[in-house]
């Protein structure tokens, strides 16, 4: 598979390239990557979240900027995910909320980020269904990480997220229910499960030819 032709463009185009591909219907590839599974407990009406996928202009390279979670989180403790949550009754939209949420959590101000559209939702094994608010992030910024639901903030290379050699698919027994789900390892990270998952619709909605 070639590289993404947004690694060939300067840096003043690739945000207007990203929200470019955003703006389009999103291709069958990026939809129902969610198999439906839900924990026990967790069944019903998904709850409405958002997170922000934060694109990092970094002279080197565009990074995403990724959170992992507190260890004492009773949801998805101790993984890597995006800064997001919730959408509350106050929130205009799925972007309010993300920026909310990537503020409370990570202390990153809104003004740093432009929004460059949407992506489809993903619905979680715990219940919830998450839009992905994909944002370009200007630096310098100075984050001040939530000790309570954050244990880390770090980023990754775009390219590198991108690339499908690192992109891993994997299957787990949960009892008798065999679960399949992606991964993409990062040094000693190990990137899986619904984040993993979001950047793969990311992948296959900026890959997508005109008119997929």
């Known amino acids: 598979m070639s590289p993404l032709p947004l690694f060939d463009l300067t840096r003043a185009e690739q945000p207007a390239w990203i929200r470019a591909r955003l703006a389009r219907p999103a291709p069958p590839a990026a939809h129902g990557l969610s198999d439906g599974f839900r924990l026990p407990g967790r069944e019903g009406p998904p709850t409405p979240a958002a997170v922000l996928v934060p694109l990092v202009d970094r002279a080197e390279g ?14 998805h403790p101790g993984q890597i995910s995006f800064p997001g949550g919730r959408i509350e009754t106050t929130d205009a939209d799925a972007a ?22 949407e992506l ?13 608010v994909v944002g370009w992030v200007d630096p ?43 991964a ?20 296959r909605t900026l890959r997508a030819p005109a008119g997929a």
Do not use: C, K, N
């Open 140 to 182: 310098p910024f100075e984050l001040v990480p939530d000790p309570v639901e954050v244990a880390d903030v770090f980023e990754v290379p775009l390219a590198f997220l991108m690339d499908p050699a690192h992109q891993q698919r994997h299957e787990r027994m949960l009892g008798t229910v065999r679960r399949d789900y992606w």
């Open 62 to 75: 565009i990074t995403v900027l990724l959170t992992q979670r507190s260890a004492a989180l009773p949801d």
């Open 184 to 203: 993409i390892p990062w040094r000693e990270r190990y990137i899986w499960g619904a984040t993993a998952a979001m950047l793969m619709i990311l992948d």
């Open 120 to 132: 489809p939702h993903y619905e979680t094994v715990t219940g919830f269904r998450v839009t992905p």
């Open 96 to 117: 309010s909320a993300a920026l909310r949420e990537t503020h409370e959590e990570i202390g990153l101000p809104r003004g740093q980020v432009t929004l460059l559209g």
